[in-house]
């Protein structure tokens, strides 16, 4: 029996198997769908499909610079103990390579790319690595940085992963750009800046915060007693202090330097600049902690051994 490219795809929607083996599946059972299925299972590759629906909270946020490209991504996993397993920290590694190598333009363009030293796309090595591993994995997302010079960290082996992305002129000592880079991205993972300096901050954004701080000190002033025509002019005063640590708290450049707090990044960077001759401009930084934002399944222990038992 003949079958057409329409029945891979629907196979791979049914099963959620790479679509090489879907082919091979087909061709196996000469087409039929439901055997095919059958192949699939038995050979243990749908199996794969039944995890996909597991929560991926864990897992590393790693970034690294290949052949001058700086890459940061996050692959998750359901627990911490396969997030250091050997096969799974080389296939976080590799698809950081083929982010490098081959520019994706999102997720679902990376999982298509050849996975780097074989002929399977990263979809289907994903695929290959839940069934070896028995946990779901998912690339979640990265980010790529193809100019200027680029100085990678990882924290606490994965737990984040920070790129700084650096142009520079004029500087023949890139070994010292690089240590001023490294200082950076460790201040980035420490103090979680939102925002490269204050004009990145959104006016939309600004304005929210005004008005929550303002707010705020209208209320305080209310407590202390402060007669109504005073409150908002010392309210207002109030806010532009505030909104100073706004920035000093959310805003890279302008947060007090970690290594010495009595000047910011900014100025850090000028002074650095300037002993070496040159000049110095952080563009861009990324900043990834696995799992942040993702809702980590809690497990009723009681619930599962009475569920295994029934």
């Given at each position: ?22 082919k ?9 769908m ?8 038995e050979?243990?590759?749908a ?19 290949f ?13 911490d ?78 737990k ?7 142009l ?31 004009s ?12 929550i ?15 109504e ?36 990044v ?28 993702i ?16």
């Open positions: 029996m003949a079958f057409t490219a329409n029945d891979v795809k629907n196979l791979r929607e049914a099963t959620g198997v790479g679509m090489m083996d879907c091979k599946a087909l061709t196996e059972t000469d087409g039929d439901d055997k095919a299925i059958v192949y699939l299972r050979k243990g590759l199996a794969a499909q039944k995890k996909a629906g597991r929560v991926t909270a864990e897992g590393v946020a790693y970034a690294a610079v052949d001058g490209v700086g890459v940061v991504v996050e692959v998750n996993s359901e627990t103990f396969v997030a250091k397993n050997d096969m799974f920290t080389d296939f976080v590694k590799n698809v950081a390579n083929a982010v490098a190598k081959e520019a994706p333009t999102d997720v679902d363009a990376l999982m298509t790319l050849e996975y780097p030293g074989s002929d399977k796309t990263i979809a289907e090595q994903q695929q290959d690595m839940i069934l070896v591993i028995g946990e779901n994995i998912t690339v979640r997302r990265f980010i790529r940085y193809s100019d200027g010079l680029s100085v990678p960290y990882v924290h606490a082996g994965g984040i992963g920070v790129i700084v992305n650096m520079t002129d004029g500087i023949s000592d890139i070994d010292a750009v690089i240590e001023l880079g490294k200082d950076i991205a460790m201040q980035v993972a420490a103090l979680k800046p939102l925002y490269l300096d204050s990145a901050v959104s006016a939309g954004e600004l304005e929210a915060e005004k008005e701080q303002l707010a705020k000190a209208l209320e305080e002033n209310k407590a202390k007693n402060i007669p025509e005073k409150s908002r002019q010392i309210a207002e005063n109030i806010v532009k202090g505030r909104i100073s640590k706004y920035y000093e708290e959310f805003c890279l450049l302008n947060q007090p330097f970690v290594k010495e707090n009595k000047t910011t900014e100025k850090h960077i000028q002074e650095v600049a300037v002993s070496l001759g040159g000049q110095i401009k952080v563009n861009a930084f990324t900043r990834f902690e696995k799992g942040e934002g809702e980590k399944r809690q497990d009723d222990f009681a619930a599962e051994v009475a569920s295994l038992v029934k």
